[in-house]
T-cell receptor, first 114, second 115 residues
Framework: AQTVTQSQPEMSVQEAETVTLSCTYD???????LFWYKQPPSRQMILVIR????KQQNATENRFSVNFQKAAKSFSLKISDSQLGDAAMYFC???????????WGLGTSLAVNP | DAGVIQSPRHEVTEMGQEVTLRCKPISGHNSLFWYRQTMMRGLELLIY????????DSGMPEDRFSAKMPNASFSTLKIQPSEPRDSAVYFC?????????????FGSGTRLTVV
């Protein structure tokens, strides 16, 4: 079975600054994928970034990047040059093996202060 | 593409009434997922379908909940009778068969309030 833990229920950042959201996971599978989703107040779940476990290179999407530490089973999300529109709930998730299901963390609520 | 379409966006109903939530997945996606989101329990997978066939319904809370997918472009989640503890946001998501690799596309959700 897989588990995902997001240890920071709430975080805040100043506009234009950088913030890192933490996520740790556990799986016995060697083949797995990791995801960060964003849920703004509109409640739409939006895929932000994904990481393939077999790739050592950290994924990057514009201002969003991950720090993937496979041995530590850590998958943190870094948001650079934070914008007011980044304020949202952020969820970390894993899919592993042949299981089609995503296993989710409980989320981190990010506030961006002007 | 219009994305995953859910209706209604909001639903308020009285305890004991039947509630039907609807979902139209993205054309070409063959996996469909129903989730429930609450503050206390986060995102819970209720059921998922692959090629219109229910694969895993272990998350369905009880017999009051039922889900159908009569064809590739439509699914329903029904609650009968509804109870106040069913109040939550219900999401539908769809994916290709590679969804576990590339992630899901979510609808905008239905906020259900049972009074």
């Amino acid at each position: 079975a897989q588990t995902v833990t997001q240890s920071q229920p709430e975080m805040s950042v100043q506009e234009a600054e950088t913030v890192t959201l933490s996520c740790t996971y556990d799986t016995s599978e060697s083949d797995y994928y990791l995801f960060w989703y964003k849920q703004p107040p509109s409640r739409q779940m939006i895929l932000v970034i994904r990481q393939e476990a077999y790739k050592q290179q950290n994924a990057t999407e514009n201002r969003f990047s991950v720090n993937f530490q496979k041995a530590a089973k850590s998958f943190s999300l870094k948001i650079s040059d934070s914008q007011l529109g980044d304020a949202a709930m952020y969820f970390c998730a894993i899919s592993a093996g042949n299981n089609r299901k995503l296993i989710w963390g409980l989320g981190t609520s990010l506030a961006v202060n002007p | 593409d219009a994305g995953v379409i859910q209706s209604p966006r909001h639903e308020v109903t009285e305890m004991g009434q039947e509630v039907t939530l609807r979902c139209k997945p993205i054309s070409g996606h063959n996996s469909l997922f129903w989730y429930r989101q609450t503050m206390m329990r986060g995102l819970e997978l209720l059921i998922y379908f692959n090629n219109n066939v229910p694969i895993d319904d272990s998350g369905m809370p009880e017999d009051r909940f039922s889900a159908k997918m009569p064809n590739a472009s439509f699914s329903t989640l029904k609650i009968q009778p509804s109870e106040p503890r069913d109040s939550a946001v219900y999401f539908c998501a769809s994916s290709t068969s590679r969804g576990a690799t590339y992630g899901y596309t979510f609808g905008s959700g239905t906020r259900l309030t049972v009074v």
